[in-house]
């Protein structure tokens, strides 16, 4: 499988190199030249595999370079890391009504599915490319991604791993988690902005010229470990599949059935992935993303103007506070017919003015795939509450973003498809809110939040999180945005 750039069609990679390299020097993201298509054949021998070898079949049909047997036992060790037999088990909630639970990783967020395997498939792509230099990996996050790279990079050889968090921008535990990080090629920096400060500098230091050659002196290479990475992607694409197998298994549905998927939405890497799966084969009903108060994307579902002239809100699902979706970028590429130059233009807009628009016509397509809605803060505390009350089932506050949109959804427009809830995160990760949610108790101590929700729900507290609060804080670091460049040399010195 060859991949080629958003904004350049004619520059051709191999995987390894699109995953290697993270991001392309003409500022695109690298996608696949077209999408490997699974049949009905396929579709049985998934539904008879258990997570890992569901994972490596699907990553398999585009990291055509890398070896079978190697992927397979890289996914086997990646997945034995979760707290369940199964990574991503599926929750039966209601009829035609699954929570797809992919927070049983290290980390208790769904980044966990793709950034345990990173790691591997970042070195295997480089040996197969015979590069020599060491990796500096820089990271922008808005709170679970950094701790799940920390946590998949750590003591890795070869490899140093930089984290940029906003540094009013992340949950207590979140920033705990990531401050204590343990292992010798880490590094952990708050930065003054929110997210799209962060993700912004990481975008701009990869492709700074006058950084990469100073790295190169100290003989590194910069890689991404965000969902700009296409090694991010692959290994998303993989749960789509294992849920639908999963729901065939238990005859809920069967074989070829459409099935709808609402995805709580930040940087659209998740439901990106769901899409590219649709592309494959999948049968997929209709993608619902949704957003949180910071709702610019169900505008640009509703409109078609992606304006990010506008305010930023912090919410209690900090991981979805974004304004610049990178991933959409993607989606654009597809929706222009692959058309690169249109995609740079419309991408240029965005740097130089902050919006773009897409035509009606255009419009009208992407609403055939997708459904954007969002939820505002009340709603989301009111969510978590109905949902245990009525399914005692305790939903992070990134997922009630999902199931109140779900319910919007189905009430405008009756469509009854079997549809799954992906949830990407433990409620425990934000337990300070969920439990203010479920009992009206206000516990701003995260710990003894979490302790008290353990008694209400009877889900045991993840060990992670149970063995935080003794950890050692190791990086205290704030910077403004203009020193991050110099941050990063010191580091890789
Ligand atoms: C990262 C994250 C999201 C958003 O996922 P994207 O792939 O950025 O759209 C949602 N929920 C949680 C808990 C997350 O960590």
């Known amino acids: 499988m060859r991949f080629i750039s958003t904004r350049n069609t004619q520059k051709i990679v191999s995987a390894s190199e699109a995953i290697s390299h993270g991001i392309s020097e003409d500022g695109g993201l690298f996608v696949p030249a077209d999408f490997p298509l699974l049949g009905e054949q396929d579709f049985i021998a998934l539904c008879g595999m258990d997570y890992a070898e569901r994972a490596a079949f699907v990553l398999s049909k585009y990291l055509t370079d890398y070896d079978y047997e190697r992927l397979k036992a890289a996914c086997e060790a990646a997945y034995s890391k979760f707290e369940e037999n199964d990574a991503a088990p599926l929750m039966c909630i209601d009829e035609g009504l699954y929570v797809l639970e992919l927070f049983h990783g290290p980390t208790l967020a769904f980044k966990d599915m793709a950034l345990t395997l990173l790691p591997f498939l970042l070195r295997e792509g480089c040996n197969n490319l015979g590069i020599k230099e060491k990796v500096l990996i820089l990271v922008a996050t808005s709170g679970d991604t950094g701790k799940a790279a920390l946590e998949g990079f750590k003591d890795a050889e070869g490899i140093k791993i930089m984290v940029f968090y906003p540094s009013e921008g992340v949950s207590d535990m979140q920033k705990l988690q990531m401050c204590t990080q343990e292992g010798e090629n880490v590094s952990v920096v708050a930065v003054k902005g929110n997210f799209d400060d962060c993700q912004s500098a990481v975008k701009s230091i990869l492709n700074n010229e006058n950084c990469i ?281």
């Not at 709808?260 to 997929?284: D, E, Q, S």
């Not at 209709?286 to 108060?293: F, I, P, V």
Request: aromatic share 12%.
């Open 213 to 493: 050659e100073n790295l190169k002196k100290q003989g590194y290479i910069f890689s991404s470990a965000n969902s700009i990475n296409f090694g991010r992607l692959a290994p998303q694409i993989a749960y789509y599949f294992s849920a639908y197998c999963d729901l065939v298994n238990a005859e809920e549905i069967e074989l070829g059935d459409k099935v709808n998927f609402v995805v709580p939405t930040g940087n659209f890497g998740n439901i990106l992935a769901a899409y590219y799966a649709k592309k494959m084969g999948l049968p997929v009903g209709k993608l619902l993303c949704a957003s949180n108060k910071n709702n610019i994307l169900t505008d640009f579902f509703q409109t078609g103007v992606y304006d990010t002239n506008r305010e930023f809100y912090k919410t209690t699902s900090p991981s979805m506070d974004i304004l610049i979706s990178s991933n959409l970028e993607r989606l654009l590429f597809e929706l222009f017919d692959r058309d690169s130059d249109k995609t740079a233009e419309e991408m240029r807009k965005l740097k130089e003015e902050g919006k773009y628009s897409i035509s009606k016509e255009l419009l009208d397509k992407l609403n055939v795939e997708f459904y954007g809605g969002f939820c505002e803060e009340d709603e989301n505390a009111e969510t978590v509450s109905y949902f245990y009350d009525e399914y005692h089932y305790a939903l992070d506050t990134h997922t009630a973003n999902a199931v109140a949109v779900l319910n919007q959804y189905q009430a405008e427009t009756e469509d009854m498809t079997p549809v799954v809830v992906v949830s990407t995160a433990s409620p425990y990760k934000f337990a300070a809110d969920v439990l203010k949610a479920i009992s009206g108790k206000k516990v701003e101590d995260a710990f003894k939040a979490a302790a008290k929700l353990e008694e209400l729900t009877a889900v045991e507290l993840p060990e992670g999180l149970a063995t935080l609060k003794q950890k050692t804080v190791r990086f205290t670091d704030v910077k403004e945005k203009d020193e991050l460049i110099a941050t990063v040399l010191a580091f890789a010195d």
